[in-house]
């Protein structure tokens, strides 16, 4: 009698089937992970930076450098050009308002002011002897009007006499007449002479005038040119410092040639360079310190220039109450310009960490302190040593702030110590 042979359900074949099966799936699968970016490194505590997120005071700044400046400077430029005669004093002189600084020789100048001068005393000279010959014109016109004058008088007496007479008949018509017609030419006579006194004094009025502003305007001129002359000597406009003196004895300069500049000793101000892009956000009123021998001072723009060059620009900042003491022109200083209030926000420190991640996400450390795993963030305002947290961390997180150049696409740090 035949036995049915039962077919085993878990024969070798099947085994090493359903074995070989899972080898791949889990090749498969670690595959996937590793290269899936949930790798783990291990690092050493001592390599890295761990920092603490913090909430505290925060204000945006950059710094900047500043050069001394004197709070006043006036530049000296040549008025006229000439060559250098003679130099009065040495570069760093303390100089008061007037003192001559140089002498610049001009002959044009100096002969053109000779000129202008025998002009004005050849006009001078003119302008008198024409006042004396139309004051004598004058003189001779009252003499005539004078004997016309007395000559009126005497024909309108024989004529008011001879005019009673003849109306008493004790006189002709003819001797009447002769009277009245000498008195009518008298009349006319004298009417012409005041006439002529008149406009004679009108005329020599007015050419008085003209020869007066003429002469006044030539004078004019002749102020100017000995002022021209004059500016040849250079002298301090102000009192204060010499600095930059230009000039050497025989040295040519031509008009317009700056020739050194006074530095006035009333105060310092600084002039700052700051990178042309935080033109929009600079502007007078802005604030910054610096610190001198051990002490803090503050500062505050007061003039912003808005030409850029080599991609740069300046504004000039003044001490805001006590100046420091030993300071002095052409000293840099590092000052610290403030572009925003004082607030209150979540601070992560600066580190190496932003090269790999350009703020888009940081290593947080767990809360066992045994590893790091990536997380995602936001960065907003910046410091030289903080970045303003706005989404991602809080109070009290720890964080690698470390280069992540070593890293790659690590999803997890494994922290050892």
Excluded: C
């Excluded at 595959?31 to 001592?46: A, P, Q, W």
């Excluded at 009447?176 to 005329?203: E, F, G, M, P």
């Excluded at 030409?307 to 590092?334: H, N, S, Y």
């Amino acid at each position: 009698m035949d036995r049915k042979i039962e077919k085993k359900t878990w024969n070798s074949k099947r085994i090493l089937t359903i074995a070989g099966i899972a080898g791949i799936i889990l090749l498969i699968g670690g595959s996937i992970y590793f290269t899936s970016g949930k790798s783990k490194l291990d690092v050493d505590t001592e390599r890295i930076t761990i920092s603490t997120i913090t909430k505290g005071p925060f204000q945006e700044f950059i710094p900047v450098n500043g050069t001394v400046m004197p709070l006043t400077t006036i530049f000296l430029d040549a008025t006229e050009g000439g060559e250098v005669e003679e130099r009065y004093v040495d570069d760093g002189a303390m100089l008061k308002k007037g003192d001559p600084i140089l002498k610049l020789s001009n002959v044009d100048e100096e002969l053109n002011l000779a000129t202008q001068e025998s002009a004005v005393f050849a006009e001078q000279t003119q302008m008198q002897i024409s006042h004396n010959n139309a004051n004598q014109a004058t003189i001779n016109k009252l003499n005539t009007m004078a004997d016309v004058e007395n000559a009126f008088k005497e024909a309108k007496r024989i004529y008011e006499l001879d005019k009673r007479l003849y109306d008493q008949k004790a006189i002709g018509l003819q001797e009447y007449q002769s009277a009245k017609n000498s008195y009518d030419y008298q009349v006319n006579r004298r009417k012409l002479a005041i006439q002529i006194l008149k406009q004679d004094t009108s005329l020599v009025k007015q050419q008085d005038q003209q020869s007066q502003e003429h002469y006044a305007q030539m004078k004019a001129a002749l102020a100017l040119m000995r002022k021209k002359v004059s500016s040849l000597t250079l002298r301090a406009p102000i009192d204060g410092q010499l600095t930059n003196l230009d000039a050497e004895v025989g040295q040519s300069k031509t008009k317009g040639v700056r020739l050194g500049q006074i530095d006035v000793q009333s105060g310092f101000k600084v002039r700052v360079d700051i990178d042309e892009h935080y033109l929009s956000r600079v502007f007078p009123g802005l604030k910054g310190d610096f610190q001198f021998a051990e002490k803090t001072y503050n500062m505050v723009i007061k003039k912003v220039f808005t030409t850029v060059t080599a991609g740069r620009f300046q504004v000039d900042m003044q001490f805001v109450g006590e100046v420091p003491k030993g300071i002095r022109k052409g000293q840099t200083l590092q000052v610290r310009l403030a572009l925003s209030d004082e607030t209150t926000a979540v601070l992560v420190p600066k580190g190496g960490f932003f090269q790999q991640t350009g703020g888009n996400w940081i290593f947080k450390v767990a809360e066992d302190g045994k590893r790091a795993y990536k997380v995602n963030i936001q960065l907003g305002r910046q410091s030289p040593d903080y970045f303003v947290v706005t989404d991602g961390l809080n109070p009290g997180d720890k964080v690698i702030t470390s280069s992540y150049e070593t890293y790659g696409d690590i999803q997890e740090l494994v922290l050892k110590k």
